[in-house]
C-alpha cells in the first residue's frame, strides 16, 4: 500500500521561497508518477507539477514554470517541490500524488491512485 507524506508547508511573504517534500514509501516507485496538485478555497484541485519517477522527466503548469521546480531523490524514495518567488496566488493546499505510468493524463487528478494528507502554503503580500 503506498503511503506519501508530505511537510514543508508553512507561511512566506511574496517573493520567498518554500521546499515541499514527500516522502514515499510501501512499493517500489519505478513505473510510477509523482505529481504535486493544489486547491485554493472554492477552486478546484489544479495540477502544479509532476515527475517521472524512473526517468526524472518533469511537467509543469504554466503558471509555476521557472518558479517551481519538481524532483525526486531515488534513494531516499522522496519528491521535492522547491517554490521560489512565491506569490500570494500561490496560497492552496498542496497535496502529494502518485499514479502508475499506464494511467495516461498526468495533469488529471483523476489519474492518481494515491494520495498524501497534504500541507498548506500560505503566501502573504
Known amino acids: 500500500q503506498v503511503q506519501l507524506v508530505e511537510s514543508g508547508g508553512g507561511l512566506v511573504q511574496a517573493g520567498g521561497s518554500l521546499r515541499l517534500s514527500c516522502a514515499a514509501s510501501g512499493r517500489t516507485f519505478n513505473t510510477y508518477t509523482m505529481g504535486w496538485f493544489r486547491q485554493a478555497p472554492g477552486k478546484e484541485r489544479e495540477f502544479v507539477a509532476s515527475v517521472v519517477w524512473n526517468v526524472g522527466s518533469t511537467y509543469y503548469t504554466d503558471s509555476v514554470k521557472g518558479r517551481f521546480t519538481i524532483s525526486r531523490d531515488t534513494a531516499m524514495n522522496t519528491v521535492y517541490l522547491q517554490m521560489n518567488s512565491l506569490k500570494p496566488e500561490d496560497t492552496a493546499f498542496y497535496s502529494c500524488?502518485?499514479?502508475?505510468?499506464?494511467?495516461?493524463?498526468?495533469?488529471?487528478?483523476?489519474?492518481?491512485?494515491?494520495w498524501g494528507q497534504g500541507t498548506q502554503v500560505t503566501v502573504s503580500s
Open positions: 500524488a502518485a499514479k502508475p505510468n499506464y494511467i495516461l493524463l498526468l495533469r488529471d487528478p483523476k489519474s492518481y491512485t494515491s
